[in-house]
Structure formats: structure tokens, C-alpha cells
């Protein structure tokens, strides 16, 4: 991804991450479409440098420096982030904007069926992360000095006008159920009801990374689409994933027997989340699920786009990104259309 010389980046590095010594050795995170990262070790410590990607870049994505804000600010909140220490200019070794945080040992769960763990533990990694959501959603974003980390009015409003503007900056094919989508979501916006708190934007769970030994939550990862919005969109986002196939490229909890593997459904989990926070179950359900497929397509289609391009993270087959995309947008439209 990155060209770089290793002795300007060790140089940068000593300069501006306390007590970096020596860059012993650099190698890049297969995992992820977005921001190329990379586990750095110096003298026994090891670290993570998260960094944009090269080349023609969409406007707002690949947010580096809204990621090492958020983190920065949830330190103290009780929401679990790494530690951040460093966040470049433009200008830089790498040829980007990165910036580098502490490398939190634990357990990422890459199927969110869990297969390797027992009942119980599945129950209580699913409650971890409800748990996690809702107290993120708590946090006073002025007492943390976020209050203008979004705009104000309807986030969704806002939401369906950049990833439509995205979907379109970054469309390869033409896809009629895509187009249905957007025409659809702007048809039926949902009121702005005044709710705003941070929202991570990407919470699912190989996203997160679980203690070692315990069912809990050591750090959320990937806070690059975070902004003031509406929680029910995290909630929503995360319930849409569990709605798509479990096969292929995306391992949804769409056909798993969720009872009989002790994982929560979809009305459990969202009654939950709820009565963590104190507020009712949400009216137009079926609205932010359809979002969030759109939404993720949207996001997907900026990653195909990129890998035609030739700077994508994980370069690898691109084109499998083509029929997932027009399946989310054909799911999605069937969805919407029962509405």
C-alpha cells in the first residue's frame, strides 16, 4: 500500500511517540478495506500505525484524524478505546495522514456465530457489546469536548445525502434497486426527534476486541465514520448484519439457529439495549435497518470502486464486492417494500 522510507519513518516516530526507540519491524494487518494498518514493534514494545490509503481518496472518508479524536476523548469515559499517542499531518514518511495507538492484546471473533465458544460465553460476549453500545450512547459529547464533533439536525436526513453522494461518486454499474433505495429512504424520512449522542458508525463485532481469558470488551476498534448522530443507527447497523447470510464473504446470523446456539435475536437484543438506556422500543424499525443496508452498500461499493482503481487496502478479487452489493440493495428494497 504505503512506499516509504523506513529510516524517515523511524526518525518521525522518535520524534513524536514517547519513548519509541528503534523501528524493529513494520508489517501490515491483513484484515480491513478502509485504512491500511500496520503493527509497528521498537524495543520490545509493539504498536499500531493506522494511516490513509494513497491515491484519489472519496471527500470525508478515510478519517485518521476523527479516529484519533473520539479515542482521545473516550479515555476517561469508561467506553473501552486504545491508547492513542500520535497523529500526523499530510505531510508525512508514509505519504499520508496516520496516526498511532497503543496495540490492545485480546480476541477478535472474525463469525459472529461464535462456533468456537460455549452457550453461555456467546450470550455473554453479545451482552458485552449491548452493554458497550448503550453506554457509548450515554456519553455527553460536550463533557468530553465533542460537542461539535457532527452537525446538528436530522442525522439520517444528513446520512441519506452523503452516501447517496458517495454511491453515486464511486457507481461502476448501473443497479436499479440501489437507485429504488435512495428515492425510498428520502420518501419516507424519519422525523428528527432531537436524539444525539456519539456514534461509532461500524459497530459489529470483529470491530471489537475481547479480554483474553473474559467475556469482555478491551477495546472497540475502527472509529473512522463516528460523528453526533442518532444511536439508533449504531443499534440498527449491528441488527442489519446479523440479517445477512451466513456464507461467503459476509458472515451474517441470517439461517443460524440463534436459540440453539444461546446467541440473542433481533427483538431481545434491541429490548435490551432499551431498557439499558431507559427509552421505548423504536417506532419505524423497519426504516434504520433499510438504511443501514443502503448505508453498507454504499460503503462497499466505495471499496470495490477503490479496488478498480488500484488502492484499496486489501486489494485481493475486488470483484466479489459486485454481486454482494447488488444483493444487500435487492434485500434491502424487499425489506422496504413490506413496509
Known amino acids: 500500500m504505503h512506499s516509504f522510507d523506513r529510516s524517515d519513518l523511524e526518525r518521525s516516530l522518535q520524534r513524536h511517540v514517547a519513548g519509541f526507540s528503534t523501528l524493529d519491524d513494520i508489517t501490515k494487518f491483513s484484515d480491513g478495506q478502509s485504512n491500511p494498518t500496520y503493527r509497528i514493534l521498537s524495543g520490545g514494545e509493539a504498536y499500531v500505525l493506522r494511516a ?19 479515542m482521545q476523548a473516550l479515555t476517561t469515559t469508561g467506553v473501552p478505546v486504545p491508547q492513542v499517542f500520535y497523529l500526523s499531518g499530510d505531510d508525512t514518511p508514509m505519504g499520508t495522514q496516520f496516526m498511532v495507538m497503543e496495540l490492545v492484546e485480546g480476541r477478535i471473533f472474525w463469525d459472529p456465530a461464535l462456533p468456537d465458544q460455549e452457550r453461555g460465553a456467546r450470550r455473554r460476549i453479545y451482552d458485552a457489546m449491548n452493554s458497550t453500545l448503550a453506554r457509548l450512547h450515554r456519553v455527553d459529547p460536550g463533557a468530553i469536548g465533542l460537542e461539535d464533533y457532527g452537525r446538528p439536525g436530522n442525522y439520517f436526513e444528513r446520512q441519506v445525502a452523503r452516501w447517496s453522494r458517495q454511491y453515486r461518486d464511486s457507481a461502476t454499474d448501473p443497479l436499479a434497486d440501489a437507485d429504488w433505495l435512495m428515492d425510498w429512504l428520502q420518501a419516507h424520512m424519519v422525523a428528527d426527534d432531537g436524539e ?21 470488551i478491551a477495546a472497540v476498534l475502527d472509529w473512522e465514520l463516528s460523528t453526533l448522530g442518532h444511536p439508533l443507527a449504531d443499534l440498527a447497523y449491528q441488527c442489519m448484519h446479523w440479517r445477512l447470510p451466513y456464507e461467503g464473504d459476509f458472515r451474517g446470523l441470517g439461517g443460524v439457529d440463534r436459540h440453539a446456539a444461546g446467541l440473542p435475536d433481533e427483538d431481545e437484543y434491541v429490548e435490551r439495549y432499551c431498557d439499558r438506556r431507559g427509552i421505548d422500543r423504536p417506532d419505524n424499525w423497519e426504516f434504520y435497518v433499510v438504511f443501514s443496508y443502503f448505508r453498507l452498500l454504499a460503503i462497499l461499493q466505495g471499496v470495490y470502486r477503490r479496488g478498480l482503481d488500484g488502492n484499496a487496502s486489501n486489494p485481493g478479487d475486488s470483484t466479489r464486492w459486485r454481486p454482494i452489493i447488488a444483493m444487500m440493495a435487492r434485500d434491502a428494497r424487499a425489506l422496504a417494500q413490506k413496509v
Not at 54 to 70: C, F, I
Not at 200 to 215: A, K, L, Q, S, V
Open 52 to 70: 490513509k490509503p494513497p491515491g484519489t481518496l472519496l471527500k470525508s472518508a478515510h478519517a485518521v484524524d476523527r479516529e484519533y479524536r473520539v
Open 196 to 216: 444525539s449522542s456519539i456514534v461509532h458508525g461500524d459497530y459489529r463485532i470483529d470491530n471489537i476486541i475481547f479480554h483474553p481469558d473474559r467475556e469482555e
